[in-house]
């Protein structure tokens, strides 16, 4: 049996993703070069709501990309593979102030591949990385930019982002083993 928490409810899930459009604005200001790299699969999306948001606020449209990091990976054997998804970035990132966007950040591979992949489209002036949920526990000295929510997790903890594109629905859950 699996014990289920809610973390972020829709209504906070909109006002976290509105706070983190906010501090992009504020930390980068010139958002003509500023480009949204979201991280499939939930990262995608996400980037996407944050680009609405900071057009909502700003009236300047911010160019959306999506990066597929499967071939990038250096623990496939532990993931698993996947299908890998296609990646879209149709614009030169030379030059750009690239933000990763991602769902939840763990141990930081996910976001070392996501620097890998991005070099090979470009040579951006700055990468950033916005996540979604923090939850500790990383292997490798990455750490985001933009956080929604920081939640200390136990390693067999899981945390579940839902998105109502993708999952019909907005929250963010915290799914631990029941003792």
Request: no cysteine.
């Amino acid at each position: 049996m699996t014990k289920i928490v809610e973390i972020l409810s829709a209504t906070e899930l909109r006002r976290t993703l509105n706070r983190m459009a906010s501090q992009i604005i504020e930390k980068y200001g010139d958002l003509e070069n500023l480009v949204l790299l979201g991280i499939y699969t939930k990262g995608v999306p996400l980037a996407k709501l944050l680009a609405h948001q900071i057009e909502v606020l700003e009236q300047v449209s911010v160019s959306v990309g999506a990066l597929d990091i499967t071939f990038y990976r250096d623990d496939l054997d532990q993931v698993g593979m996947r299908t890998p998804e296609k990646t879209t970035i149709p614009f030169d990132l030379t030059g750009k102030t690239v933000v990763l966007v991602d769902d939840v950040i763990y141990k930081g591979r996910t976001i070392r591949a996501a620097l890998n992949a991005v070099i090979d489209y470009g040579r951006p002036e700055t990468i950033g990385l916005a996540v979604l949920v923090d939850r500790g526990h990383r292997q490798l000295p990455i750490h985001p930019d933009f956080i929604g929510k920081i939640l200390p997790t136990a390693k067999e903890e899981q945390v579940k982002v839902y998105l109502e594109d993708l999952d019909g629905r907005d929250a963010v859950e915290l799914l631990s083993p029941s003792s």
